[in-house]
């Protein structure tokens, strides 16, 4: 397990790809983003078909966050989501690649024995010119120091 | 239906409340965010328990806001979530009361034929001293105008 003292501003880690399939996509909408082009797959509007709920789309990289990164660190909570965009809509069975740098850490003032750690998350698509970007937002959290 | 030209700056709305039972936890930690305390009830650190992940709270704000508000609303799509903080945990079957208030509105420069529009949603709990706040984000998106 990696504590507060073991991670270092800059690190970056490619944590692979997902996909979110049709039916995951209106399962997901139905639950929690039941808008018309989240459930209906007939929909022409605004998007000429389905699309995924920006929140499904947040939680799913959030899964590979915790599986490839998170799960390896001393977490204790997230505190805030920042510098967030939805970049362009997400169609069924696209491959998303997530990166993620360790963007900040600094000792928390507030609580002691914790620190504080900024994590940027990029999600991008190929493009016909590269990659695109879908979805960037920061995930700040609190993280537990060593026990000295 | 409200276009854009209907909503109003500063216009208000209670939607109601929302609660998130231990199942319903445990089954969202389990999908999109395997952190021990979001999906083993009988963990003890850092919260003495199950608490809900960050990502299912705000899906079922969400949910919320869909039903009681923006399904009334020519929305075309989110872009941004902003000013976000998760200010305390979510403990199973809390009930949650959420309000928004429409804070800004202004016509797309980039995109003709649509608007701009910044819904601030607060999620409070009762606390001893009075509605305490649990999370509160902005959620920024396009709306359509009406055609004239």
């Not at 690190?11 to 909408?29: N, Y």
């Not at 909570?77 to 997530?98: C, F, K, Q």
């Amino acid at each position: 397990m990696r504590y507060f003292e073991d991670l270092e501003a800059g690190e970056s880690h490619d944590l692979g790809t997902v996909s979110l399939s049709a039916d995951e996509i209106r399962e997901f909408g139905e639950q929690y983003d039941p808008m018309p082009m989240h459930v209906d797959p007939e929909v022409t509007e605004p998007f000429g078909g389905l699309v995924a709920s920006g929140y499904h789309t947040l939680a799913a990289v959030n899964r590979v966050v915790v599986d490839e990164f998170r799960s390896g660190v001393a977490g204790i909570a997230g505190m805030s989501i920042e510098n967030h965009r939805w970049h362009a809509p997400v169609y069924p069975d696209e491959e998303l690649t997530v990166t993620l740098e360790l963007a900040e850490r600094r000792p928390s003032a507030g609580r002691p024995g914790t620190g504080i750690v900024r994590e940027c998350v990029t999600v991008t698509r190929d493009g016909d010119d590269g990659p695109e970007p879908v979805l960037t937002y920061d995930s700040v959290g609190l993280v537990r120091r060593r026990e000295d």
